[in-house]
């Protein structure tokens, strides 16, 4: 069953963003400072502090290219049921998510 409520999540979320191709709002400077401490503080317990990788995969531009962005907004927003991947919606929205995807895709900030 969570699966299933996971699968309908990503169609829904990939349908939302292929019907917005504008680029991510981007969030108030003070919340911006929050999110990257959030990503490199709770998402580098996992994936390393400088993202490059631990028990979950790296966070680099260079893996994270291969993927759709919309796929990568869903994993962060609604996590990998199954996996040790949490979702994080009860942290940020998920305009916020596509901003902090937006970012890695980037090469995440200091």
């Known amino acids: 069953m969570r699966l299933l409520k996971f699968?309908?999540?990503?169609?829904?979320?990939?349908?939302?963003?292929a019907q917005?191709?504008?680029?991510?709002?981007?969030?108030?400077?003070?919340?911006?400072?929050?999110?990257?401490?959030l990503v490199r503080q709770d998402c580098g317990s996992c994936?390393?502090?400088s993202l490059k990788g631990g028990l979950g995969p790296p966070l680099t531009p260079e893996i994270?290219?291969?993927?759709?962005?919309?796929?990568?907004?869903?994993?962060?927003?609604?996590?990998?049921p199954g996996t040790p991947m949490p979702p994080?919606?009860?942290f940020l929205t998920?305009?916020?998510?596509?901003?902090?995807v937006a970012q890695l895709l980037q090469g995440f900030p200091e």
């Open 47 to 49: 994936h390393g502090l």
């Open 64 to 80: 994270l290219r291969e993927k759709p962005a919309e796929s990568l907004v869903a994993t962060i927003y609604g996590g990998r």
């Open 88 to 90: 994080w919606h009860r």
């Open 20 to 37: 917005n191709t504008s680029p991510p709002a981007q969030p108030a400077l003070e919340r911006q400072k929050q999110l990257v401490h």
């Open 94 to 100: 998920e305009s916020e998510a596509e901003w902090v």
């Open 7 to 17: 699968l309908v999540f990503l169609v829904s979320a990939r349908t939302a963003l």
